[in-house]
């Protein structure tokens, strides 16, 4: 099975702070996904990479293959970006490709 | 707008009780999955269905049971013999390598 493995866990930062949000995961894959989840559940999707840099806005999301490593980099952090970061990758055919999810990275942003 | 509904948001159950979540896709996608997560834990595996008319355990699947008459639908029952039902339910979809989530659905068994 593919680990998945964030930190940090939780993570506090101030209004215009960089944060950066880590996730390795033991098995190669075809691609990886990062989402947010609000208080109240809903998830979203942010970004499916498969190599390199992919930016949407303050969002940045990298992806080193032979380092089986990725990084979620938000600039100049903001209040309403609070919310759990998810790394996820997907299993195998045996598992009918789900999703094989990290813990989550909790993030408050203070004013 | 194409997308997952998932319903009730938050669903009150006695113990003992069976309930029916919800989960009905209009996108097509042929790979349907249910998740259940716990505080503080990563969201994990229930069941999975890859084709109508076909589905598969995941890595708790015990106490739980699914059905995939349709494509668009894929609904989770939790039975009473699930030990600890209170969660939170994620149901997704897929095509190709595109993932579609719901927005979830917080069962609370008093």
């Known amino acids: 099975k593919n680990e998945v493995e964030q930190s940090p866990q939780n993570l506090t930062a101030q209004e215009g702070e960089f944060i950066t949000i880590n996730c390795s995961y033991s098995?190669?894959?075809?691609?990886l996904h990062w989402l947010q989840q609000h208080p109240g559940g809903g998830i979203v999707s942010l970004f499916m990479?498969?190599?390199g840099k992919k930016k949407h806005g303050r969002l940045i999301a990298t992806i080193n293959i032979q380092e089986k490593h990725s990084s979620l980099h938000i600039t100049a952090s903001h209040p309403r970006d609070s919310a759990v970061y998810i790394c996820a990758v997907p299993l195998n055919s045996n598992s009918g490709y789900a999703l094989n999810f990290g813990k989550g990275t909790s993030l408050l942003v203070t004013p | 707008d194409g997308g997952i509904t998932q319903s009730p948001k938050y669903l009150f159950r006695k113990e003992g009780q069976n309930v029916t979540l919800s989960c009905e896709q209009n996108?097509?996608?042929?790979?349907m999955y249910w998740y259940r997560q716990d505080p503080g834990q990563g969201l994990r595996l229930i069941y999975y269905?890859?084709?109508?008319?076909?589905?598969q355990k995941g890595d708790i699947a015990e106490g739980y049971s699914v059905s995939r008459e349709k494509k668009e639908s894929f609904p989770l029952t939790v039975t009473s013999a699930q030990k600890n039902p209170t969660a939170f339910y994620l149901c997704a979809s897929k095509r190709d390598v595109y993932y579609t989530f719901g927005s979830g659905t917080r069962l609370t068994v008093v």
């Open positions: 990479l498969s190599s």
């Open positions: 269905s890859q084709i109508v008319n076909d589905f």
């Open positions: 996108l097509n996608h042929d790979a």
């Open positions: 098995v190669g894959i075809s691609a």
